[in-house]
């Protein structure tokens, strides 16, 4: 067990009292001891295990756990079950229960700096090496973990965590409950140049800001330009994975996914349950509608309707992607038929004289 992650001290629960917890259907024993979480394959006596994926149904009379989660669609079992529509989502709450977020006592540590006109909520925590700019507010219980940047007149909600090494510039507001993950900078300044007479690059001063919406998280070295005028803006429960680049007055909706490795260019709006998968590449000034999913590596050249699935790059319709990429091994024997075709024509032409 990592350090920091083991289950809180003395948790110990009944999987009849889990049950109540969780919503979950309880089948057999209630009275089972419940006292960690594990895989299926690594848990042991004592703990509780899920299956989410039926693949994995195979397995399930071989795990050591205690107790599983399934869905009610799945076979009976030996072993108590937990029974629920969403075995993940179960999982995920049991997690919750088990392995309580760890918070470092509030208080500012001596070594951080706060400048004048820091305005600080009811128990907060500020870790050492932090740096807290002028006027800036940091909300009821959010954590600045040690070597945190917050740029003057900044934002922080209640409840949000940043952990170490996060950077968030001048000017920039954040939410409530939103996490940040280490490396993140949000707020440096966008791409933005023009030429002058000479050919020369000219900077154009970036002075809007970016709002990061309730219940964001940010992952690791993910970077969030601030817009050349007004916000560059996150919708509330929107979700980024690491090694992100969001540019300039992007504008993205609620609930949105975007996996790593993903960049998206200036001033495109992103809609609300949109899914951009690994490397996915976006250009400038594009809209994506709502319940978008955009494969992985594909490029996003133009706007995209609402509900529309994409693979390529240039990106095009799943379907038609998926049909091109069956026939492409089948490219090098249809150029030796057309060429084949081609000879066999020539050689018509040539015994015919030419006349048709």
Known sequence: MIPGLEPGEDMELKLKELAQELGCELEGNGEVEIRAIAGLREAGEGDLTFVANPRYLKYVEETRASAIILSPSDPPLSKPTLRTDNPY?????????????SRPAPGVHPSAVLEEGVELGQEVSIGALTFVGRGAHIGDRSILFPQVFVGAG???????ILYPQVTVREGVRIGNRVIVHSGA?????GFGYAKDGQGRYRKIPQVGGVMIEDEVEIGANVTIDRATLGDTRIGRG?????????????????DTIIISQVGIAGS???????????????????QIGDDCIVGSQSGVAGDL?????????????????????????????MLKSLRNLERRVQSLEEASGGRP
């Open 305 to 333: 309707e609402a509900g529309s699935v994409v693979l390529g790059s240039p990106a095009i319709p799943q379907h038609l992607f998926k049909r091109m990429a069956v026939s492409l091994p089948r490219v090098p024997e």
């Open 268 to 286: 495109t709006r992103v809609g609300n349950r949109v899914i951009l998968a690994g490397q996915a590449g976006v250009v400038d000034h594009v």
């Open 185 to 189: 900078v949000i707020g440096s300044d």
């Open 89 to 101: 989502l179960a999982f995920a709450r049991a997690l919750e229960i088990f392995y309580p977020v």
């Open 238 to 254: 929107t979700k980024i994975d690491n090694l992100v680049q969001i540019a300039h007055n992007v504008q993205i909706g609620e």
């Open 154 to 160: 900044s934002q922080i909600g209640e409840d949000s």
